[in-house]
């Protein structure tokens, strides 16, 4: 403990801040009637005997769980190429929604631009009172109006639907230059706040990643934002990396506001899911009985201001666990609060790649493989297959595993070997990432085993 306390963990403000949310829902039945309507925050969650519900700013009571639409099941065509699996989506969307899911989360870019089309297909097939559709305004490049709007209605087509229930601007938070030439100067702002006043758009919003300025200026534009998408997990609550803003600023800020927060990688792009063997022991002998992710979980949905925590469930076993998860909500007590946070601090001394897997770098011009490169490093270094040097007593164990791992993987051409530097896939990454710096960094790593100079 007195290396974390070293580290200026402030054990008795972290508890403070996240017991809020246990203690919100303790007394949310003694409230005065004054008290609620002075109340602007999301409304205590309504539990109907299995999913955990919470009530948005427009009324709609969504599912603590929503469902993360940009890592659908993917085959390949007879032509060879991905697609995504659409018999397999459909189930899951089918369970998903016979179990209380009801918020399902999409943009135009998802899956190279499959994603809308296979969420629309498998929502189709249900009443349209049964679900709520999330897709986003994702003009990264050519932002002018007409391309906007074109993208904007588009959705509409793909989704095969009427209206959207929540749209959002889509990785706000790059620098205000890149906002206002994607959203203001452009007047596409204008335009779909005007959509939202026609009824097309129930819900306005916007995700964010990136500068905190750029957060804390649009959150206070002259406009009602009706939600906002946040990375919040418990490594990023106080940790986050790189350009990234910690958690606990940014949901204090829109809980000040009233403004209700949907969560993105709770799980860090599945990193929280597959920690080292030390830290699952951590998690097991707390609660042997709980899965490593259900406590990521737990953390994401434990705030009262939070709206949904979506999951990108490729896997109906990873979807069975969130459920249950969710079908109620457990809290976080003080101590468990406690035990993530020096979990956290842990996890600070792997130094893992900080990818959520989100794919936006991809295509490579190049054919290199960027997400899976860090992927299977990641897995490495959490599970003591990446030796520092050849004196490391499990050296020839680990060694054979990251290299045959390698291969298996991801075919050689396209290793991290293949990287030039173009510096193409940076501008798209919003964990901020040197993409070039980290793949030279694996590809002189993977060299040095090979070569067994390391």
Not at 142 to 170: A, G, P, R, T
Not at 275 to 303: E, I, N, T
């Amino acid at each position: 403990m007195n290396e974390m306390n070293n580290k200026g963990m402030d054990r008795r403000r972290f508890l403070k801040t996240l017991g809020m949310g246990v203690a919100a829902t303790t007394i949310s039945g003694c409230s005065s009637e004054s008290d609620k309507k002075n109340d602007t925050s999301v409304s205590p969650e309504k539990m109907t005997g299995g999913m955990t519900y919470r009530k948005s700013l427009t009324g709609d009571n969504v599912s603590l769980l929503g469902y993360g639409c940009m890592r659908w099941p993917m085959i390949k065509d007879d032509n060879g190429k991905e697609v995504v699996d659409q018999e397999t989506v459909n189930g899951l969307v089918d369970y998903a929604i016979e179990h209380g899911v009801n918020y399902f989360d999409t943009a135009p870019v998802y899956l190279q631009g499959q994603s809308e089309s296979a969420t629309g297909i498998a929502l189709k097939r249900h009443p349209r009172d049964k679900f709520f559709i999330a897709t986003k305004m994702s003009n990264f490049g050519d932002s002018s109006f007409d391309n906007s709007k074109k993208m904007y209605e588009q959705s509409f087509k793909e989704l095969q639907v009427d209206y959207i229930d929540y749209y959002l601007l889509h990785s706000v938070g790059g620098s205000m230059d890149d906002f206002n030439r994607r959203f203001i100067d452009n007047g596409i702002l204008d335009f779909l706040l005007k959509e939202r006043e026609a009824g097309r758009i129930r819900n306005l919003g916007w995700s964010f990643h990136g500068d905190q300025k750029v957060f804390d200026y649009v959150l206070n534009m002259d406009v009602k934002w009706d939600f906002v998408q946040i990375q919040l997990n418990y490594a990023d609550w106080k940790h986050a990396s790189r350009r990234n803003v910690n958690a606990e600023y940014l949901y204090a800020e829109l809980e000040k506001k009233g403004v209700p927060a949907v969560i993105m990688e709770p799980l860090l792009g599945g990193r929280l899911a597959k920690v080292s063997d030390h830290l699952v022991g951590r998690f097991k002998q707390r609660r042997p009985d709980m899965s490593v992710a259900s406590w990521a979980f737990r953390f994401a949905g434990h705030f009262p201001g939070i709206l949904t925590a979506l999951s990108g469930m490729t896997y109906k076993e990873h979807l069975m666990d969130n459920l249950k998860t969710y079908s109620p909500l457990e809290y976080l007590s003080e101590d468990d609060l406690a035990f993530l946070e020096e979990t956290a601090q842990l996890m600070l001394q792997y130094p893992t790649v900080p990818c959520t897997d989100c794919k936006y770098c991809m295509p490579c011009p190049y054919g290199i493989d960027i997400p899976t490169i860090f992927m299977h490093y990641n897995k490495c270094v959490n599970e003591g297959n990446v030796p520092k040097d050849s004196q490391d007593p499990n050296y020839r164990e680990a060694r054979q595993a990251y290299l045959i791992g390698y291969d298996r993987s991801v075919p050689k051409l396209r290793q991290a070997n293949h990287c030039i530097g173009c510096n193409q896939c940076m501008k798209h990454c919003p964990q901020r990432i040197n993409i070039p710096s980290q793949l030279h960094r694996i590809d002189d790593f993977v060299e040095k085993l090979k070569q067994e100079t390391l």
